[in-house]
């Protein structure tokens, strides 16, 4: 079946402007995870959904980091006012439950210039 | 919340040979350990995991063992191949918090 889908696969943006990063997770799993990755790094846990629980938003690194998602479907990660420091592959993840195999997406590459 | 180290951050070897990453954990309710494999330009894919009521778990060249007492897993690669070169993360728990990762290089 599908796997997780993120787009676009590359974003090339100037600092200042605002961005949206999709994610879409394979059917049917409630949990969803947002991470970034800067070169070279770990994964950098930002953002978990489980299915109508209220998202745990603890690793989002200031508030021009925001995430939403509609229902158990598709979610999207915005950036706002985006600085050269949030240049990094943002990773989604989704899985059946929490405290289970994660299935990622291939990413997403931004690059602020 | 969760502290999570992996050792070695690298790791060199000869194929054929035996390799050996330790991911050790803090949160004693954890019950999901999973290893994860992430090749070049890629996602990482889970590769093996095993859970609180298991003490190993092999599938073929790679096992993990559990060590809930000393709250630590490993994983165990055998006969590697270049194939194998990659970074490996582990993530105890509700996988919220990611091993920093260990950079496995395979020579022939």
Known sequence: GAGVSQSPSNKVTEKGKDVELRCDPISGHTALYWYRQRLGQGLEFLIYFQGNSAPDKSGLPSDRF????????????????????????YLCASSSSGADTQYFGPGTRLTVL | GENVEQHPSTLSVQEGDSAVIKCTYSDSASNYFPWYKQELGKGPQLIIDIRSNVGEKKDQRIAVTLNKTAKHFSLHITETQPEDSAVYFCAPGTALIFGKGTTLSVSS
Do not use: H, N, Y
């Open chain 1, 66 to 89: 925001s995430a939403e998602r509609t229902g158990e479907s598709v979610s999207t990660l915005t950036i706002q006012r985006t600085q050269q420091e949030d240049s990094a592959v």
